[in-house]
């Protein structure tokens, strides 16, 4: 079959369940990715069967919780940003959710990140997967297109986006070499049809629980590596295209990016056992902790603000008199524009700049908004306490990967 004749070349080691390592001819060991689903079957019985009730009945509140929003595209606005930032942080970006928001907001200081554009990038990557998705599966050709978008005109530009890499990759520590690699992915020429192999089994009809299925194309990406830079964060966004697109969720509100983070060691550690002892039940057991975890705190965050959203209707209603329904105007904004200008009030509102800026004092006396720039002209005001429930502390310092030399992108 031509779909193992790759990876069941003769001249490498014992296969395990994931695949096998091969030697290359100038030397060095690559790892051949064997076709999914796992051989032997997989055993998803025991642990495994309640990690699964578990994950779907979380899936299930998060779905339920995000619905009972009054605009659950708000809250998926802010999501996807906390998302791209985490991501982006774990490549070894410095920029915030409040830089992200700041750049958007076309504040541009020079205190922001250089690396902000990352950020910027990986929304946009976001936002065309997301509206391809109605047109096209997820597949090779989506998978180039976000790549395109996440790499474009920044670090890592040069290195073909949206282009399949021509040349070998490895991933490992600075300075490793090929020969010291910690995992060295397969050769480009194998890199097609090894990634052929992975969008026949995501559209093959199979018995495997979505969840699975999401989890083992995830690792598989991981293994082929198949560009030469932001493989880590297509990944990621993998998880969260396939869950859209199977309906799992309604709203594209699970990332798994900031328990990735938390768990950095344990999740390199699981890829590399898949793929060194075809340890996959293992895997499967730490991603579906993952979704456990992340859909009840996302859950959470939805159900504040909902009471976030309610606490300041009512402040607005008591404390602004007649200007109340322009607050509430303003308000809702803010959902979806955390950091506004007097300006951008003023439209939203159609009063004077007069009565805008009254407007922003009063809401700021409310502790709505709070002036962010300590200027004294050109000034911006955030909602901070909206801001607050998505954000994450201080970006942890991660591996970049160095230009002219491919490292890990996970």
């Not at 296969?15 to 790892?31: D, K, N, V």
């Not at 890199?191 to 026949?200: I, N, W």
Request: aromatic share 8%; glycine share 8%; with cysteine.
């Amino acid at each position: 079959m031509r779909k193992a004749a790759i990876w069941m070349a003769t001249g490498g080691e014992a296969p395990t369940r994931a695949g096998r390592y091969i030697t290359q001819p100038s030397g060095y060991r690559a790892f051949i990715a064997a076709p999914l689903p796992p051989q032997p079957a997989l055993a998803l019985g025991g642990e495994l069967q309640g990690l699964l009730s578990a994950a779907d009945r979380a899936l299930g509140r998060l779905d339920g919780s995000v619905l009972t929003l009054p605009n659950p595209d708000l809250f998926v606005f802010m999501y996807v940003r906390k998302e791209a930032v985490l991501s982006s942080q774990i490549e070894g970006t410095q920029s915030s959710l409040q830089d992200l928001l700041a750049a958007e907001a076309q504040l541009f200081e020079q205190t922001l990140p250089r690396d902000v554009d990352e950020v910027i990038n990986y929304v946009r990557a976001i936002n065309h997967g997301l509206a391809r998705l109605a047109e096209l599966p997820v597949s090779v050709n989506l998978i180039r297109e976000i790549h395109a978008e996440l790499m474009r005109g920044v670090r890592g530009g040069r290195l073909q986006p949206g282009e399949l890499r021509t040349s070998q990759n490895w991933i490992g520590p600075a300075g490793c070499t090929l020969n010291t690699a910690t995992f060295v992915p397969p050769p480009h020429h194998a890199v097609p049809a090894a990634l052929g192999d992975l969008e026949t089994f995501l559209h093959a009809s199979d018995d495997l629980p979505p969840l699975v299925k999401i989890a083992l194309a995830h690792v598989q990406f991981e293994t082929i590596h198949p560009f030469l830079d932001g493989n880590g964060r297509v990944g990621r966004l993998l998880i969260t295209f396939l869950l859209t697109e199977r309906g799992v969720l309604h709203k594209p509100v699970l990332y798994l990016s900031h328990y990735f983070k938390q768990h950095r060691q344990a999740y390199y550690e699981h890829l590399q056992a898949v793929r060194d002892q075809g340890a996959w039940e293992a895997w499967l057991a730490f991603f579906l902790r993952g979704v456990i975890e992340v859909a009840g705190e996302a859950a959470e965050t939805a159900r504040r603000i909902l009471q976030l959203r309610e606490q300041h209707r009512a402040a607005i209603t008591a404390q602004l008199g007649r200007a109340a329904g322009n607050g509430h105007k303003v308000l809702e904004s803010l959902f979806d524009r955390p950091i506004v200008a007097v300006n951008d009030v003023q439209k939203m509102t159609g009063t004077t700049y007069t009565a805008a800026n009254s407007l922003v004092s009063r809401l700021v006396k409310l502790g709505v908004l709070s002036e962010m720039t300590g200027y004294a002209r050109n000034r911006r005001f955030r909602y901070a306490p909206y801001i607050a429930l998505f954000n994450e502390a201080g970006p942890e310092g991660g591996a970049a990967e160095a230009p002219g030399r491919a490292q890990e992108d996970v």
